[in-house]
């Protein structure tokens, strides 16, 4: 058998490395041999830890054993019939999983063309979601946003929100390394709530305004109803995270009487093709997110906080399972 090594998920909490076949690529796919894989500290982990309801979509993607991950930074090394030669050798980006060989279609593909860290360029399946779901909330310059959760998305939200002229922008977190990890600029502004009041801190920001947008970034359920508090009559609650269970909800207090406006902003609501009155696919926002880094508009280098050997996965596994708190991008070398 060919040497392969891939991150399996056993079973919920079980995670190992096993050795696998090389794949080979077929009609319309490449062969990728991956140099760095980024691990979703939120869908990995909600679908490894296995604590989601039967009934629930979270069930029914959750198959044991399989592979996971969807964020693979490789260079191309083989290609299949139909595929231009000019691909190999050439440094991609793909929603491939954990392992040391992936085959992608051409469609699931991104070139990196411009000279950025490859380990930064791990976070493109992240940035082009939030990227969508920035504009998804229609994000005006000019405009308050707050953002509950400075996870990676929370801080990708918060940094492409103020590209397009938000402010303030206010970041909501209750763990201080997470805050720390803002960028400091004018206009960015975090809060902990547990030393000050959230409710206080955004009427005293805004003049009394209130938030034109609020982002939902935690993934908690049971948080969602405080967070409509900071929103203004008609503003915009945006649903970036995927929360991880049920809310009790009251669509009267909630959403009919202030006329609240609830939008989600999954990945797949990216377009399928370019179309006039909407350009953005994900091979759109992913150039985008590429062109940002290279021309030093979009720092996120601090929010690498983990680069670990392949061979370590089981353990960094269990780490995060424990206490995710402190991690941000973690990133697994695979050479």
Not at 67 to 79: D, K, T
Not at 282 to 289: Q, V, W
Not at 309 to 333: H, T
């Amino acid at each position: 058998m060919s040497k392969n090594p891939t991150v399996v998920f056993v079973q919920p909490r079980e995670v190992v490395i096993e050795e696998r076949e090389i794949p080979s690529p077929q009609l319309n796919e490449l062969l990728i041999k991956t140099e760095y894989t980024l691990i979703s500290t939120g869908t990995e982990l909600t679908i490894v830890n296995g604590e989601y309801s039967p009934s629930s979509v979270w069930a029914r993607i959750s198959k044991f054993p399989s592979v996971l991950g969807y964020s693979n930074v490789g260079r191309v090394i083989a290609a299949g019939e139909n595929i231009d030669r000019s691909w190999i050798g050439r440094e991609v980006v793909s929603h491939s999983y954990h392992a040391s060989y992936v085959v992608s279609s051409i469609e699931g593909i991104e070139p990196i063309d411009r000279p950025i860290p490859k380990e930064e360029a791990t976070l493109f399946e992240l940035a082009r979601t939030v990227m969508n779901g920035v504009r998804r909330a229609r994000v005006q310059f000019g405009e308050t946003v707050v953002i509950y959760g400075l996870g990676l998305l929370g801080q990708l939200a918060t940094r492409f929100c103020w590209l397009a002229g938000a402010r303030p922008v206010i970041g909501i977190e209750i763990a201080e390394s997470r805050l720390g990890k803002l960028p400091s600029k004018s206009g960015i502004i975090g809060l902990n709530p547990q030393k000050e009041d959230a409710t206080t801190k955004v009427k005293e920001l805004t003049r009394g305004r209130m938030a034109d947008v609020v982002f939902e970034v935690t993934g908690n359920p049971h948080l969602i109803p405080d967070e409509f508090r900071l929103l203004r009559r008609q503003g915009r609650f945006i649903v970036l995270s995927s929360p991880r269970g049920t809310t009790t909800f009251d669509f009267h207090d909630l959403c009919n009487r202030p006329s609240f406006t609830i939008i989600g902003t999954h990945n797949s609501s990216h377009p399928l093709y370019p179309v006039l009155d909407n350009p953005w696919t994900k091979a759109r926002h992913t150039e985008l997110f590429f062109d940002l880094i290279a021309d030093g508009e979009l720092d996120i280098g601090n929010l690498i906080t983990h680069h670990i050997s392949y061979k370590k996965a089981p353990d960094i596994y269990q780490m995060l399972l424990k206490d995710r708190s402190k991690a941000m991008g973690v990133v697994l070398e695979w050479e």
